[in-house]
């Protein structure tokens, strides 16, 4: 036989209880906001100039490589980002990828001495 549990009437809590909880996420959210708005600025700042040296340095960001791999490949990247990369032709940009906590995109290589993005 199932066993209910106290049913409780709903109520509001006062607003000194829950201030603090409610400016953490509007804190979290407005980070994230601004986050992916400097997410889609790097995006165009690597279409337009087909690299992100500059954009990177100026806002004081460090670029990460994977250097190349297949799919068969197991590397320490996370799924989406892998499927995202195999995706793309040589050249393309994918567009930002919305994760938990990062805001990454990938540009595609073909070979092991790629050069300047054509």
Sequence with gaps: MPRWKKIQEAKVEPLDKVKNQIL???QDRKAKEVAYD???QAYAAAS??????????????KL????????GDKIDLDLKIKDSALALSKGDISP???LESRLPFSRSWTNKNPGPWN
């Design 96 to 98: 930002v990828l919305r």
């Design 38 to 40: 400097e997410a889609d």
């Design 24 to 26: 953490t996420l509007l």
């Design 48 to 61: 337009k100039e087909k690299q992100l040296d500059h954009f990177a340095q100026e806002k004081k960001l």
């Design 64 to 71: 990460r490589e994977t250097g190349l791999f297949s799919s």
